[in-house]
């Protein structure tokens, strides 16, 4: 953000805060005042044009509060800058308890965005300003923007502040004559303007003021430093053609003039401490060894040294851009070696006090990236779990894949990541590196171990080992030792062990304070065990819990909660819910679209579910292609009796469906909802009844059903579905 005139943004949180400003910009703020039919206001110009200057200063006229989020590169990933939305909210009047619904951790971002564009529409109109927007370069960051400006309330505004062209749909929006822009052009002082920005700096330059606006060409920066300048040498009348307008002579201002009389100490803290995009009395503690800070900043900031209060308490502070990245420059050619040192420091502080996210930053940074390893592999569970793939995804990136094979905590995680994504080929890769380059004697050898489990190349019996193994070198406080459990107790499970149901049942009661998708993938499988066990009430718990946390909780975006979804289809085609079991089949298929070669007892498990539900609702077709893909995976699963006993029993039944034809019959799903009433006494009418239909249509769908059966009469027709495995055997 820039503030050549004293006013500055307030950070993720508030209204821009108010500080004394040189320069009214009169001419701006009438023609912002006047655009109420824009939804958006757009500033788009280089740095120094004052574009956050002049929001701020529409903020103090207009009655409407503004909602400032100060961007940052972090918040490129979606889920960081919802979070920041819905803090920034805070100064709209929105009730406290829906600002804690707003913050309160999701595991996927576009939940707290639905959650936001609710909570909008009872508001009062208010003003949101996305600052140092230039800073986002993801598409998904821009849609989470564009999303929020079509859910703003009436006479509610977007405004915008960037260096480059936005990831808006520009055209859209000035087509539809819902867009002011205000550019390079706009934003430049006029010479008028010139004049009284040097004046209240207490110069009088005369025609020189113009021949240094000129040479500026309006820009603010230039200016105001130009001013600087010279009433530190005196008020001197400069030669004008010493101002070109560029960086170089800004940041030959700042370096040359603006530190001169800069006692050294302060200057040292300057650029020490000029590696934070936040500046806190703590933070800058711990960076520059110092136990001041706090006061220095505020000394600071009040002598106007660019140091701009991001609140209004004098907590929290941050560096004009242009005397940052100065800063920086100076950094750089000083002690290039001191500024590795100093962000590793702030990554130490960061991590401390819970800022991973930013103190990961930091250590990659640093070039410590055995402390960035162990940073991401601490919050794995988080970034996965609250979907900050797209941070993950960028470190990764940052780090490169070789230096990532040589840091375990890195192999881990990359593993993970992939596993998220349902990229099986790449996790195998991973493991098979994890299993190569960490050894025993490690400290997250246990989760290398925990990883095979999880992926059972070793079959059920290596699963339930893996798991056990695991377990014993884990702490007891680890929470990974849930997923130990959860994976031990699916290796039982597959191979027909009794003991799995308490195994599991224990992993699901744990994994609720630990983590949501173990908790789902547990209660999956003790919907499928119950199933097994007969007791079809019990699979409907587990099943339906399951996908409630899912859907609760917005782990959709997961490719592993397929299943969840398919278990609650095949629960429910036994129910002879038709409709909803077809429906819930088509949810898993597109939660698990993209999956590739995934984990072999995962992908037997998913296929022979669908299979199941497929066959218990007529669909023969897509149930053939789903045996023959539990069949693919099956060797792979050495023990998996459960499984092959699951295929055993479709195949059968396909057998039977067929009847010594090349195909077997299919019924439509209407014909098969009226196939589940015919074992009841109830008559045509009263089944119509039921069904929302007339007598005549159900008794043409029962005449449909006897002839594709075979059957002349209702009790063969009942015969013949249980044969089929359509009913259950019992009169229901």
Known sequence: MESMTGTAGQGDLGQAGSRSHFLPRTRLIEQLAGAGAARVILLEAPAGYSKSTTLGLWGEVDSRPFAWVQLEERHNDPALLAQAIASALEVTGIDSGTLDELRAPVPDYRLRLERISSAMTGLDPFVLVFDDAHLIQADSAWQVIYTVIASMPERSQVAVATRSHPGLPVGRLRARGELLELGVRDLALTRRESHELLASLDLDLGDVADEIHDRAE??????????????????????????????????????????????????????????????????????????????????????????????????????????????LSEMRHRDPEAKSELRRRAAIWLAANGEIPRATDHAINSGDFELAGSLIWLDIADTLGHGRLASLDRWLGEIGDDRVAQIPALILARSHRELAMGHGDEAFYWLSVAEREIPEDSPVYGDVILLRATMGPNGTEGMIEDGEMAAELMAPSNPFQVPSKLYRGIGLFLGEDESAEPVLREAAREAVKVSAIIQVIAQAQLALEALDSGDLDRADEYASRARDVVERSGLRILRIMSLVYVVLGLVRAQQGRVDDSMALLESGAKVGEGMVDFIPWYEGELAATRCRAYLRTGQFDPATEQLRKAESVLESIPGATRLEGWIDDARDQLERARGGSSSPVNLTPAELRALQYLPSHHSFRAIGEQLYLSQNTVKTQANSLYRKLGVNSRAEAVMEGRRLGLLDDEVE
Request: with cysteine.
């Open 218 to 327: 309006g820009w603010p920066a230039a200016l105001y430093l130009a001013g600087l300048a010279i009433r530190q040498a005196g008020g001197t009348k400069p030669e004008p053609q010493s101002f070109d307008g560029g960086d170089r002579i800004v940041v030959e201002y700042f370096r040359d003039e603006f530190f001169q009389d800069m006692p050294d100490e302060k200057a040292q803290f300057l650029y020490r401490t000029s590696i934070l995009e936040e500046l806190t009395g703590p933070l800058c503690d711990a960076v520059t060894d110092r136990s001041d800070s706090a006061e220095m900043l505020n000394e600071l900031a009040k002598e106007n040294a660019l140091i701009i209060p991001l609140d209004r308490t004098g907590d929290r502070f941050r560096c004009h851009h242009l005397f940052r990245d100065m800063l």
